[in-house]
């Protein structure tokens, strides 16, 4: 089947297609605002176009998310009181009624998830409907039933919210974010150790500066993303759990004789969270905003690499593999363009506003609490998502990406200004006057050829010896102890 065959049948289906279009009459307006959420409907790209790509958050940092480890959290509360012998009103549960308490959790269910959003269509109050759920749930369980009035004891909503909140970072970092990042540095650090001998044309200010390798370019790159990558695994997530204003007041009035903080420590801690026991209503949200800048420390170095790569690509030092199939201009065949990095750092851009705002409002409240930070927070996987949908477009980016050593070394060949370094350097160890001087009459806004140097080398007065050395040098071999810098750190990255 040719090719001129196969359009016209697609242009024919096409033709097909507008014909019925036509009959029907659809107009715009016509668009009805009830369509279920499609990859058509939705608003946000991250949920239509690029949901593919970013689906792994959904579990975390959707609603489904929240309201699930808000159910947790008011569970596990609940499984902690009966362990503190002074609630004698929670006694211990026994292993089947803790069995039932733990399938509410790890059955919990996109169905569950949706009765509780209908129990909160009558509350007009997200956590007190899971509350309501939780009670409906255990009422016909006899040993659960005559503690359901525990569920959310002494707690304020954003006890529940916060410690919710940080499992939803913790979970989605570790399972969703960290090991792109991994993938991301994996993939960088490998074209380092592949390059580390490949020498380059340096430019600084966009002029032709002393050479380096390619792999040492990019090693630079994979160290930097690694410390921020450390940085970010290393932020503790905190909680609190200390009532109303964070002083335990109805806790104490209930329970005298409990050591309430220490019981909170404990608890906040059995989620694998660090506790913050200086507190209002809320967590105050430092560690976020420290969280979201080592993000956005992360994305800036990131984007720097796009931008590099990008130059590099159209300056000729790589080629990106082809796609059977893929086009890359509608109008100019020839065209491939380096569409994986743009999308990066596109994303990127998007993702650091998302996650600055997160940082500088988060930690501001009126007093002891005000509800801007609630509406605010439910943006955290915006932020996430458009991080990781940059993370992956890079690593496409890279797979594609073939050295062009034709164009390095060419670069390399028309740049002998640059050995003007190494041979002043000599010279002013050799007592030569006025070195730089002389070499900047030589080489500045001059064509500087290999003959002209080697010329001017043989004129010099300095030993033979170093004569022979600097003779030896070219732009090619002039790169230092790059290739040693990538291997030293390869091998600490284990690669």
Not at 279 to 303: C, G, W
Request: hydrophobic share 40%.
């Amino acid at each position: 089947m040719t090719n001129l065959f196969c359009l016209s049948i697609v242009l024919q289906e096409a033709n097909n297609n507008i014909e019925a279009v036509e009959k029907v009459k659809v107009k715009p307006s016509e668009f009805s605002s009830e369509m279920d959420l499609s990859n058509l409907t939705a608003i946000s790209p991250l949920d239509g176009r690029y949901w593919n790509k970013v689906k792994d958050l959904s579990r975390y940092l959707s609603e489904y998310g929240l309201i699930y480890y808000r159910t947790l959290v008011e569970i596990k509360w609940l499984l902690k009181l009966s362990q503190i012998p002074e609630v004698s009103e929670v006694p211990s549960f026994s292993n089947e009624a803790q069995t039932k308490l733990q399938g509410l959790i790890d059955g919990f269910s996109d169905a569950d998830a949706m009765q509780v959003k209908n129990i909160e269509k009558i509350t007009n109050h997200d956590v007190k409907a899971v509350e309501y759920f939780l009670k409906t749930k255990c009422q016909e369980d006899p040993e659960i039933a005559k503690v359901l009035e525990f569920f959310h004891f002494g707690c304020t909503s954003e006890d529940i919210n916060n410690l919710a909140h940080g499992l939803m970072l913790k979970e989605a970092i570790n399972s969703a974010i960290l090991p792109v990042m991994d993938d991301l540095l994996k993939a960088i650090y490998t074209m380092a150790k592949a390059n580390a001998h490949i020498p380059m044309l340096s430019r600084t200010h966009g002029q032709p500066a002393s050479p380096t390798t390619l792999g040492k370019e990019m090693v630079i790159f994979a160290e930097r993303l690694s410390r921020e990558r450390q940085d970010i695994s290393q932020i503790d997530i905190l909680g609190k759990f200390a009532g109303a204003v964070g002083n335990y007041n109805a806790h104490v009035v209930a329970y005298t004789d409990v050591n309430w903080p220490q019981v909170a420590e404990q608890f906040v801690n059995s989620l694998g969270l660090s506790f913050n026991p200086h507190v209002t209503q809320i967590e105050p949200h430092d560690y976020m905003a420290k969280l979201f800048h080592s993000f956005i420390r992360f994305n800036n170095i990131l984007l720097d690499f796009d931008k590099d790569i990008w130059a590099y690509i159209s300056v000729g030092y790589f080629k990106q593999v082809t796609k059977a199939g893929e086009i890359g201009s509608s109008t100019m065949p020839h065209k491939v363009n380096p569409i994986d990095f743009e999308n990066s750092e596109g994303n990127l851009g998007i993702a650091n506003a998302i996650l600055d705002h997160l940082s500088m409002k988060l930690p501001i409240s009126r007093w002891q609490r005000d509800l801007t930070d609630s509406t605010v927070l439910r943006n955290i996987g915006v932020g996430f998502g458009y991080s990781l949908l940059a993370y992956k477009s890079a690593l496409v980016g890279i797979g594609k990406l073939q050295v062009n050593e034709a164009a390095l070394n060419k670069d390399l060949d028309n740049s002998w200004e640059v050995l003007a370094e190494p041979i002043q350097t000599v010279m002013r160890r050799y007592g030569v006057e006025e070195p730089y001087e002389k070499l900047k009459e030589l080489t500045r806004g001059r064509a500087v050829t290999k003959e002209s140097i080697t010329e001017f080398i043989n004129g010099l007065e300095i030993p033979v010896e170093a004569k022979t050395e600097l003779q030896k040098l070219s732009p090619h071999n002039y790169v230092g102890v790059a290739a040693q810098l990538v291997e030293e750190a390869c091998i600490r990255a284990n690669v």
